[in-house]
């Protein structure tokens, strides 16, 4: 598969909510990091990949039916893939999260190592973390 490839499969997993399958799209070192400030926003930082993949495990467990990702866009450069994605998902709570993000992703040996996940960071925190 080509990085582009491999990148959309990332996203089709992370809809059929497949975290093992995401995880397994990873080198072992692999870095995710999620726009913000963390005194802001308890998402913000670095992850590897364990810890991201009990965010996202956390994170389907409050989602109704999923989050479903769709790839508007994606720019493929030597080791480095861009997309534009958005993505839809009803809370347990009743709050609907419909964000988009901008991700830079890096490849090494046809894995992703780094992650660069931006976002609209004042709807995550409206949607998840407001009381």
């Known amino acids: 598969m080509s990085n582009k490839e491999v990148a959309a499969e990332l996203f089709a997993r ?6 093992p399958g995401v995880l397994a799209l990873m080198t072992d070192d692999a870095v995710w990091r999620i726009a913000g400030k963390k005194e802001l926003s308890s998402s913000a930082g670095d992850y590897g990949k364990e810890r991201i993949g009990r965010l996202f495990n956390r994170m389907l467990s409050a ?50 190592a780094r992650v660069h996940e931006y976002l609209d960071t004042q709807h995550a925190f409206e949607v998840w973390l407001r009381p």
């Not at 994606?74 to 991700?103: C, P, T, W």
């Open 14 to 19: 992370l809809t059929k909510r497949d975290i």
């Open 63 to 112: 989602l109704e039916n999923g989050l479903a990702m769709t790839v508007l866009s994606s720019i493929a450069e030597a080791d480095a893939v861009a997309m534009e994605v958005e993505s839809s998902g009803d809370l347990k709570n009743g709050r609907r999260y419909r964000q988009q993000y901008h991700f830079h992703i890096e490849f090494r040996d046809g894995k992703i």
